[in-house]
């Protein structure tokens, strides 16, 4: 498997099959916030994202926000959320996603990386060994080198469908 492939592959965080993920024995996840849960043109939490976070809890999967952002917002939204939260993330190096895993308890066998890039969040999770699960961005608005990378990203999940 390559590193830049994703495991799985959802439109949404509220298109994950939690009940899957459970199955394929994922404890803890290492969720990413900027156009993941959070769109950055309005930085609201949109409502999936609040129902995906309750639904983590009910499914018994622990959550630790990871991202390479620092604002005030990261931490209000990981309070928000009640999650657990590693900032100033550096992704795609590994060392956030091994702190969140300690932070969680969790093995990288039953971690799963949820993130709306490529070069980040699943070239990151799959250097730590855990499963990665792509899901597309909320908002059209990202950092300049971001969509640059994007071309990039389209080519390399050209063959993908997302599962739902
Ligand atoms: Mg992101």
Redesign the pocket.
């Known amino acids: 498997m390559s590193v830049v492939r994703p495991d799985r592959y959802y439109t949404s965080v509220g298109a994950i099959d939690l009940d899957s993920l459970r199955e394929a024995g994922i404890r803890g996840v290492l969720l ?5 849960i959070l769109p950055r043109d309005t930085g609201e939490i949109p409502q999936v994202a609040r129902i995906f976070a309750k639904s983590l809890g009910e499914h018994g999967i622990q959550v630790c926000l990871v991202s390479n952002n620092w604002h005030h917002r990261v931490s209000a939204v990981a309070d928000e959320l009640g999650s657990l939260l590693v900032s100033k993330a550096l992704k795609p190096l590994p060392f956030a996603f091994r702190r969140g895993m300690r932070l969680m308890g969790t093995l990288p066998g039953e971690t799963a990386t949820i ?3 490529i070069f ?2 699943v070239l990151g999770g799959n250097l730590a060994g855990t499963m990665t699960v792509l899901v597309d ?1 909320l908002s059209r608005t990202d950092l300049p080198h971001t969509l640059l990378l994007r071309l990039i990203e389209a080519r390399v999940m050209a063959d993908r469908v997302p599962l739902a």
Request: aromatic content about 0%; cysteine-free; overall charge negative.
């Open positions: 990413d916030l900027d156009n993941t993130g709306d890039q980040t969040d961005p």
